[in-house]
């Protein structure tokens, strides 16, 4: 099928008209990294919630709305999360690891690579779809799509969980402590070429990219080779001090050979202050990774990261001199801690902009993520039906739509992240969309799904029981769409997903009627599936409108 990009309120998903991004280029914000003011309610609530996780539940939110912003940006930023090991949960042919046991640390098999992958990955999605209300699941993401490794390429299973773990334990920390262990990474050694880099024969694949993608990013060309932030001849020197280093068979670990490093001056260009780094052996890497933490660029670049993960794509000359640059001094001035940094994005006017909310277009990640959290999916409890059910429809459903956890597309991330002019819009093309519609049709429309080795389902009651007043159809409807969608809806929108929950020719009364019935009798079988279907029937209404594909 041609990946073509579609546009958002084609009709060919049925959607009513004008559900489109409500933020387009051009749009002026004045608020800047100042604290937000504003009234904290429900809508600010959801919009951090929805921003920084991959998805709130209703409940969620109230708690929110009843914090105050600095209680709320607080709770946000910490990450606690238990972590747990991947498990063997169906190769029976591993030599090592029995089913039920954990495969890490232990020796891989001539066939163990594959099951023991889709194991790592598919815990990796149970951490997301799991996790509590802060952004560690989120700034995971982030840092494996910004120190980006391919799990089919490293082809190691141990090298990538100590990798992922790396990412994850380091989530809210320090970037340059981060960087450091990047560097010298199993996985990433072997992914960028660091063990073929010897002195004599240096590879520069990574010294290029902890440049050009990782650290201070590549800035106009200026002359031959002289890109701004750093030239040609500085990724010679830099792949010189970054020999040495191998991954180390059958383990996690790296380790520095002095008899393979380059122990010659290393003389860098005046993008650098014509620094010259000399020999410190297994300690010279981290004199070059100051060197370049040492330019303000280097903030610059990676808060214009962190603002298009987080708020939007386009950066414009107001919101790079009232956003991004303060939030650049912020992080140099604390050492490159990434938690200060948020901490002052998400309790920003600029972040609360009513342009900021409900204007980027969900990653395949997001929107399978956000359906099961919003609903409140239950899936299976034990690993034997908890793997399955990850796996099936979470992992395996991301990857059909072009967004596969431990294997982006290229060293660069995902293009929707970095990819002008279509950004995020790329996450939308004609391969991925049905996929979108095909699972919120599946998920609302199925009261128990039934997969291999489990089953899961949502309580479209407990849903609707939120609300202020279910009996009532107008707030049930009113309230429930707030709460799925970011942004306000029209009338004509409103009366579309009325006619879903109450059929045409019937009124507000009926359904008053109906679930007066069901508070009153639930074992009445006739009278609550009636309920059960139209309450579902309307959900599905949400999840298919565009509006839900954005937050």
Same mark, same amino acid.
């Given at each position: 099928?041609?990946?073509?990009?579609?546009?958002?309120?084609?009709?060919?998903?049925?959607? @009513?008209?004008? $559900?489109?991004?409500?933020?387009?280029?051009?749009?002026?914000?004045?608020?800047?990294?100042?604290?937000?003011?504003?009234?904290?309610? /429900?809508?600010? +609530?959801?919009?951090?919630?929805?921003? +920084?996780?991959?998805?709130?539940?209703?409940?969620?939110?109230?708690?929110? #709305?009843?914090?105050?912003?600095?209680?709320?940006?607080?709770?946000?930023?910490? &990450?606690?999360?238990?972590?747990?090991?991947?498990?063997?949960?169906?190769?029976?042919?591993? @030599?090592?690891?029995?089913?039920?046991? #954990?495969?890490?640390?232990?020796?891989?098999? @001539?066939?163990?690579?594959?099951?023991?992958?889709?194991?790592?990955?598919?815990?990796?999605?149970?951490?997301? %779809?799991?996790?509590?209300?802060?952004?560690?699941?989120?700034?995971?993401?982030?840092?494996?799509?910004?120190?980006?490794?391919?799990?089919?390429?490293?082809?190691?299973?141990?090298?990538?969980?100590?990798?992922?773990?790396?990412?994850?334990?380091?989530?809210?920390?320090? &970037?340059?402590?981060?960087?450091?262990?990047?560097?010298?990474?199993?996985?990433?050694?072997?992914?960028?070429?660091?063990?073929?880099?010897?002195?004599?024969?240096?590879?520069?694949?990574?010294?290029?990219?902890?440049?050009?993608?990782?650290?201070?990013?590549?800035?106009?060309?200026?002359?031959?080779?002289?890109? $701004?932030?750093?030239?040609?001849?500085? =990724? %010679?020197?830099?792949?010189?001090?970054?020999?040495?280093?191998?991954?180390?068979?059958?383990?996690?670990?790296?380790?520095?050979?002095?008899?393979?490093?380059?122990?010659?001056?290393?003389?860098?260009?005046? +993008?650098?202050?014509?620094?010259?780094? /000399?020999?410190?052996?297994?300690?010279?890497?981290?004199?070059?990774?100051?060197?370049?933490?040492?330019?303000?660029?280097?903030?610059?670049?990676?808060?214009?990261?962190?603002?298009?993960?987080?708020?939007?794509?386009?950066?414009?000359?107001?919101?790079?001199?009232?956003?991004? /640059?303060?939030?650049?001094?912020?992080?140099?001035?604390?050492?490159?801690?990434?938690?200060?940094?948020?901490?002052?994005?998400?309790?920003? +006017?600029?972040?609360?902009?009513?342009?900021?909310?409900?204007?980027?277009?969900?990653?395949?990640?997001?929107?399978?993520?956000?359906?099961?959290?919003?609903?409140?999916?239950?899936?299976?409890?034990?690993? $034997?039906?908890?793997? @399955?059910?990850?796996?099936?429809?979470?992992?395996?459903?991301?990857?059909?739509?072009?967004?596969?956890?431990?294997?982006?597309?290229? %060293?660069?991330?995902?293009?929707?992240?970095?990819?002008?002019?279509?950004?995020?819009?790329?996450?939308?093309?004609?391969?991925?969309?049905?996929?979108?519609?095909?699972?919120?049709?599946?998920?609302?429309? =199925?009261?128990?799904?039934?997969?291999?080795?489990?089953?899961?389902?949502?309580?479209?009651?407990?849903?609707? /029981?939120?609300?202020?007043?279910?009996?009532?159809?107008?707030?049930?409807?009113?309230?429930?769409?707030?709460?799925?969608?970011?942004?306000?809806? $029209?009338? =004509?929108?409103?009366?579309?997903?009325?006619?879903?929950?109450?059929?045409?020719?019937?009124?507000?009364?009926?359904?008053?009627?109906?679930?007066?019935?069901?508070?009153?009798?639930?074992?009445?079988?006739?009278?609550?599936?009636? %309920?059960?279907?139209?309450?579902?029937?309307?959900?599905?209404?949400?999840?298919?409108?565009?509006?839900?594909?954005?937050?």
């Amino acid at each position: 099928m041609k990946n073509t990009i579609l546009d958002f309120s084609s009709k060919e998903y049925n959607l @009513p008209e004008g $559900t489109i991004p409500q933020r387009t280029n051009g749009v002026l914000i004045d608020a800047g990294l100042e604290k937000y003011t504003g009234i904290w309610d /429900k809508k600010t +609530a959801s919009h951090l919630l929805k921003r +920084a996780t991959f998805g709130p539940k209703m409940k969620d939110i109230l708690e929110f #709305t009843g914090l105050t912003l600095d209680s709320a940006v607080e709770k946000i930023l910490q &990450f606690d999360d238990p972590f747990e090991l991947p498990l063997n949960f169906r190769d029976n042919t591993d @030599p090592y690891a029995k089913i039920g046991a #954990t495969w890490v640390g232990l020796p891989s098999g @001539p066939n163990t690579f594959n099951p023991r992958i889709e194991s790592l990955v598919t815990r990796w999605f149970g951490n997301i %779809v799991g996790a509590g209300n802060n952004v560690g699941e989120k700034m995971t993401l982030f840092w494996h799509n910004h120190f980006v490794t391919q799990m089919l390429t490293v082809r190691d299973e141990n090298y990538t969980f100590d990798y992922y773990k790396t990412l994850r334990e380091n989530a809210l920390g320090n &970037f340059k402590t981060l960087t450091e262990k990047m560097t010298i990474n199993a996985a990433m050694l072997r992914y960028l070429n660091g063990n073929e880099n010897v002195v004599g024969r240096p590879n520069e694949n990574f010294a290029r990219e902890i440049m050009e993608l990782f650290t201070v990013g590549k800035g106009p060309l200026i002359g031959p080779g002289n890109y $701004t932030n750093y030239t040609e001849d500085d =990724v %010679v020197a830099a792949a010189k001090v970054l020999t040495g280093w191998r991954a180390l068979r059958d383990t996690i670990e790296s380790k520095y050979y002095s008899q393979l490093h380059d122990k010659t001056d290393k003389k860098f260009s005046s +993008a650098f202050g014509n620094k010259v780094i /000399k020999n410190k052996e297994d300690e010279e890497y981290k004199e070059l990774i100051s060197m370049i933490l040492n330019q303000d660029e280097t903030a610059l670049f990676m808060c214009r990261k962190i603002y298009r993960w987080f708020v939007y794509y386009e950066i414009d000359e107001q919101t790079e001199n009232n956003v991004i /640059k303060p939030m650049a001094v912020l992080l140099r001035n604390n050492n490159y801690e990434v938690k200060p940094v948020l901490k002052a994005l998400f309790s920003s +006017a600029h972040f609360y902009d009513k342009w900021n909310i409900g204007c980027v277009i969900k990653s395949p990640l997001d929107f399978v993520v956000s359906i099961y959290r919003n609903l409140e999916m239950q899936f299976p409890r034990d690993y $034997t039906g908890q793997y @399955p059910a990850w796996l099936s429809l979470g992992f395996q459903y991301t990857a059909i739509q072009e967004m596969i956890l431990g294997e982006p597309p290229s %060293v660069s991330g995902w293009p929707a992240m970095y990819q002008a002019p279509g950004y995020h819009r790329l996450w939308v093309t004609s391969v991925s969309a049905p996929y979108r519609a095909v699972l919120a049709d599946y998920v609302a429309g =199925v009261p128990v799904i039934e997969g291999r080795g489990f089953t899961m389902s949502f309580d479209a009651f407990e849903l609707a /029981k939120q609300t202020s007043n279910p009996q009532d159809a107008p707030t049930l409807i009113k309230e429930l769409a707030e709460f799925l969608l970011p942004v306000e809806l $029209t009338n =004509v929108q409103l009366e579309y997903l009325r006619l879903n929950l109450i059929p045409e020719g019937y009124e507000n009364y009926h359904w008053a009627a109906v679930w007066a019935a069901y508070e009153l009798d639930p074992s009445n079988e006739e009278n609550t599936n009636i %309920v059960n279907t139209l309450l579902r029937t309307f959900i599905r209404a949400c999840l298919n409108i565009a509006e839900y594909h954005l937050v």
